[in-house]
Antibody, heavy 119, light 110 residues
Framework: EVQLVESGGGLVQRGGSLRLSCAASGFTFSSYWMHWVRQVPGKGLVWVSRFYSAGSSTSYADSVKGRFTISGDNAKNTLYLQMNSLRVEDTAVYYC????????????WGQGTLVTVSS | QSVLTQPPSASGTPGQRVTISCSGSSSNIGSNTVNWYQQLPGTAPKLLIYSNNQRPSGVPDRFSGSKSGTSASLAISGLQSEDEADYYCSTWDDSLNGVVFGGGTKLTVL
């Protein structure tokens, strides 16, 4: 059974750092594109970043470029999001998600982890 | 302001058919496939439609998707109370080099 479990969220001051983790199980982590998507409570979904370990490929939304770094550990089947220089507007629930075998759409999502940046 | 445009709300009575639109541009919907997600309150999104009109295993055939040019639509037939949720369209944007979402449509079953 495919499972994605995020952790690492919490309360941090503006300008601070946080590292989110997404533990994957039930599939070969290195064979799939993995993404981070965030959602301010009560608002819509916003894409953050993506990672493909086989080619060490990464992409970022302009709003986080230069501040966030996505990475993965194939041995631990874990996706990471290192978040630096956090801003109040980064406050959101962060989901990790897997692109399905069809190559389109996120077929599995984690339960989300809440990041709150205080001023 | 979302890159893809959806109506903020939609509604219908049980048994009815409702459609939710998603409008984009040549750099996103016009050149890439569209996916749809359903998000029930307090839960993570769930993939409903992928590649414009394909249903993942387990999704009822009451849900269908279509795409034409730079617009896409999600149709729900035989509306049920459990369909009350937020619905999001999504695709890749070649200009932004990233995934884009619609602002979401809150579906109310009257």
């Amino acid at each position: 059974e495919v499972q994605l479990v995020e952790s690492g969220g919490g309360l941090v001051q503006r300008g601070g750092s946080l590292r989110l983790s997404c533990a994957a199980s039930g599939f070969t982590f290195s064979s799939y594109w993995m993404h981070w998507v965030r959602q301010v409570p009560g608002k819509g979904l916003v894409w953050v970043s993506r990672f493909y370990s086989a080619g060490s490929s990464t992409s970022y939304a302009d709003s986080v470029k230069g501040r966030f770094t996505i990475s993965g550990d194939n041995a631990k089947n874990t996706l990471y999001l290192q978040m630096n220089s956090l801003r109040v507007e980064d406050t959101a629930v962060y989901y990790c998600a897997r692109v399905g075998s069809y190559g389109s759409g996120f077929d599995y999502w984690g339960q989300g982890t809440l990041v709150t940046v205080s001023s | 302001q979302s890159v893809l445009t959806q109506p903020p709300s939609a509604s219908g009575t049980p048994g009815q058919r409702v459609t939710i639109s998603c409008s984009g541009s040549s750099s996103n919907i016009g050149s890439n496939t569209v996916n749809w997600y359903q998000q029930l309150p307090g839960t993570a999104p769930k993939l409903l439609i992928y590649s414009n009109n394909q249903r993942p295993s387990g999704v009822p055939d009451r849900f269908s998707g279509s795409k034409s040019g730079t617009s896409a639509s999600l149709a729900i037939s035989g509306l049920q109370s459990e369909d009350e949720a937020d619905y999001y369209c999504s695709t890749w944007d070649d200009s932004l080099n990233g995934v884009v979402f619609g602002g979401g449509t809150k579906l109310t079953v009257l």
